[in-house]
């Protein structure tokens, strides 16, 4: 039986789970993997899904593909939008998309597994296909590390995984050494006095002070590193108060840093902690405030052999000129727990998702940050051909280059 892969890809679209929450996603996987008649596990890392394809003696490929969706209320107007809702972490219903494309990672892993058990007369060795929970907390692969993955299934020789962004569908994006950045994530709680909002002399105001600290962090990456160099220090959330008439006691603040190496790290995080305590101090603070670091990634470093196998493959599959270097995204993941906790290569590419001329369009035009969502937005959806062909390939292109 054959997976009808754009039917599968829509589905998923239509019922995206948040973090840890990927029940119905992982049901729909082991559904498909029986079907299919692969061997699996379920349930690793909390949601986690595990396959395993066994043909004879050679190497162990490890295939990668997240799962979970974000808390965004889909714009796109497709046909297949999700209407999904979810609850949070702080228990607050939110709106759930498929805002950065595992959808599409989901669907065309699942379409690489059957096309390399349907040809297991043209190669040998062992393919893991991993199905990762809560890629979007940094937590997913480390979970299912945790949970015995590389104990329970056959450990990798190399470790394969790619994402879905707004390139021109067709065009594969991978580059040698550091692909994606580290990151952490804080939270800062600044300790104030509340009070009576009619009496703001009697009160240390947390609101104000998280206001100050959000616009000397913007100093971080604009006056203390660089401008050659590459760090991002943004703020995400601000969550202060319940009422105009009371200034609360806290305000909290999340943070998203992010920088190439470990030497960047230890000065922006140096900065932020710095610059957090003064201006706490600089508001007259009781209490000084507390950080704390939500998740940790290492940066996203492709092997440049293996790397060089991969481009190698793709060039010849799919012609000179399909292959590009998109330079270092700032964006993080964790895929590479998997390939770090092993001890070998890992290559991660990125593949288009984007309507080729209404891409080409928008860079004539000079408007691609405009007119092109990118990942996380809420008008952020692949056109489905020939996205879905081209992930599938490319998953089993990587593949068969290590596979015997």
Known sequence: MSIDLEALYIDLHRHPELSFQETRTAGVITDRLTELGVEFEEGIGKTGVAAVVRNGEGPVVWLRADMDALPVPEQTGLPYASTARGTDPAGTDVPVMHACGHDMHVTCLLGAIERLRATTDEWSGTVVAVFQPAEEYGAGSQAMIADGVLDRFPRPDVVLGQHVTPLPAGVIGVRPGTQMAASDGLTVTLHGRGGHGSRPHSTIDPIVMAAATVMRLQTVASREVDPRDVAVVTVGSIHAGLKNNIIPAEAKLELSLRYPDDEMRDRVLAAVERIVHAEAVASGAEVPPTIVTDHTLPPTINDPDATARAVAAFERAFGEG???????????????????????????????????????????????????????????????????????????????????
């Open 322 to 404: 399909s292959v590009v270097d998109p330079g270092m995204f700032t964006g993080s993941e964790d895929v590479s727990w998997f390939a770090r906790e092993s001890g070998v290569p890992l290559v991660f590419w990125f593949w288009g998702g984007v309507d080729p001329e209404a891409f080409a369009a928008a860079k004539a035009a000079g408007t691609l940050e405009r007119d092109i969502p990118t990942n996380h937005s809420p008008f952020f959806a692949p056109v489905i051909h020939p996205t879905l062909e081209r992930g599938v390939d490319a998953l089993v292109v990587a593949a068969r280059e290590f596979l015997d």
